[in-house]
């Protein structure tokens, strides 16, 4: 009876530490719809098969970054790193061998060490994995980050290692000694840094390959993050009115991202009304909007770390006064040209030549410009670039390919004091959609968001939550 029951105990023992774990994971990932181990493990898969025989990659966390004082902004994870690992945690550092390495107790050809698990720690700033749950991320062999300091890791004797730039601002936490700036150090001084068989310029190139064509469970989210954008700019759309100031139109679009699943804002957002909408990266938003003005809103939201970059450019009171309505058909017309160019095997400026025709032809037949070189003046930047894990995303800017998702955004900006009449002054107009280029062309994933003068003043008739009045 007595051995019976000893059984009944260690099976309900098991049950309830298998419990607690199950429920430890659960604490760690709520999200249903994250990036699985397999798309990481096919990443690493993928890396490796480029890497040469006997080589190595190496690659850290993202460092944790203060804004002020005791106060730290929220953690971001390097976007390399996590698209190889999944692992959102700090001080971290990741071993993608070519082939299988007795390192420890784990022969194998990938190594992740983690930050140990920490109750006191974890009760401030959130639990987690250590290295016995980081298997949950598809690894078999896994460290904490104090064990890298004793562990032999054969730099030296391999033909060729690979590693990124290494982190910048690293700040030493001296009460802790297995934080990123330790492992900086450890690294450095277990090759002999910098290291004759190194090589910080190959990874780099690897990754932008592979990052710039999205797998199909990269483009769920990406659809999922500019779906949510576009609510955003919608609501936006319905709710700008004369008397709102540049951050409540920021606030409105912010919140429809939050409120859609949205961790983070893709980049800072961009809401310049009137001179501000001259600013190619304005971000202050404090100004108030008046009668006449129009309001450049570029803002993106950010999921499950894939960001979305959106742009349009409104009347704040619905109506495009006849100078905004000439220069913003200008703008979209350039728009159209760009998305022509948007097929697989176009050049990657292919979209700005076709956009920057149309920009320099349209400003000599405002006469804005006299001379077709000026209108550098006016357009500055680029119509295009990746977009992903970054908000301008790792990639070769070759070729175009199916599988690239790439702005088309061009835009022109008539600073006050131009040398050009004064009636065009304080006119920015920005327009700016994510593009899926496909097998036989393109598809314009938020395309849901008007572009047409008349579309944009028909959505801007309609009554928003936010303006209970209109």
């Known amino acids: 009876m007595i051995h019976e029951m000893k059984k009944i105990f260690l099976l309900a023992f098991l049950l309830i530490v298998t419990v607690v774990k199950s429920q430890e994971l659960k604490y760690l990932r709520y999200d249903t719809d994250l990036l699985t181990k397999e798309f990481h493990k096919s990443r690493r898969d993928t890396l490796r098969k480029q890497m040469p025989d006997r080589s190595m990659a190496i690659l850290f966390s993202a460092p944790e970054r203060n804004r002020s ?3 730290d902004f929220q953690y971001h994870q390097n976007p390399n790193f996590y698209y190889l690992t999944g692992l959102t945690e700090p001080n971290a550092l990741l071993l993608i061998f070519k082939d299988n390495q007795k390192i420890g107790d784990f022969n194998s050809n990938e190594f992740l060490f983690v930050q140990d ?32 300091d004793t562990l032999k890791i054969p730099f030296r004797e391999l033909g060729k ?12 936490d001296k009460k802790d000694p297995a934080d990123l ?20 310029t190959q990874l780099s190139k690897w990754l932008a390959s592979m990052r710039e ?3 199909p469970e990269e483009l769920v989210l990406m659809k999922k993050v500019v ?11 319905k709710a700008v009115e004369p008397g709102m100031t540049e951050y409540q139109a ?49 803002m993106g939201a950010e999921y499950h770390g894939y960001s979305a ?32 160019e948007c097929k697989p095997g176009n050049e990657f400026k292919s979209p700005h030549e076709a956009a920057k025709a149309v920009i320099k032809q349209g400003l000599m037949d405002l006469n804005i410009i006299k001379d077709g070189k000026d209108f550098r003046k006016y357009f500055m930047h680029g119509t295009s670039h990746y977009v992903g894990l970054d908000v301008h995303d790792l990639g070769s800017y070759g070729p175009l390919k199916p599988g690239n998702i790439i702005t088309v955004e061009p835009g022109i900006y008539i600073a006050e004091g131009s040398p050009c009449d004064p009636k065009w002054w304080n006119i920015g107009v920005r327009i700016e959609d994510d593009v899926l280029i496909t097998g036989n062309g393109y598809e314009n994933l938020s395309a849901r968001v008007p572009r047409a003068v008349g579309e944009i003043e028909e959505m801007m008739r309609k009554k928003s939550a936010f303006s209970p009045e209109k």
Request: proline share 5%; glycine share 10%; aromatic share 12%.
């Open 69 to 71: 004082n005791d106060v």
């Open 213 to 215: 064509v999205k797998q």
């Open 250 to 298: 920021q606030a409105i679009g912010e919140y429809v991202f939050k409120k859609n699943g949205s961790e983070y804002v893709g980049y800072p957002s961009i809401c310049g009304g009137n001179e501000n909408s001259c600013i190619l990266d304005y971000q202050t938003n404090r100004r108030k909007l008046n009668q006449g003005d129009l309001i450049l809103l570029d």
């Open 161 to 172: 290692f690979f590693y990124l730039p290494l982190p910048k601002g690293i700040v030493d």
């Open 117 to 148: 698990k920490d109750p006191e720690a974890e009760g401030w700033t959130g639990r987690r994995l250590g290295a016995e749950g980081a298997r949950e991320l598809g690894f078999n062999a896994t460290y904490t980050v104090e064990a890298f």
């Open 181 to 200: 700036f330790d492992l900086v150090e450890q690294f450095k001084k277990k090759c002999n840094y910098p290291p004759e068989n190194g090589d910080n």
């Open 227 to 237: 779906n949510m954008s576009c609510e955003g700019h919608l609501e936006m759309m």
């Open 309 to 340: 970059d959106i742009t349009r450019t409104l009347p704040v009171n619905g109506k495009f006064s006849p100078e905004q309505k000439l220069v913003y058909e200008i703008v979209l017309a350039a728009q159209e040209a760009g998305f022509k």
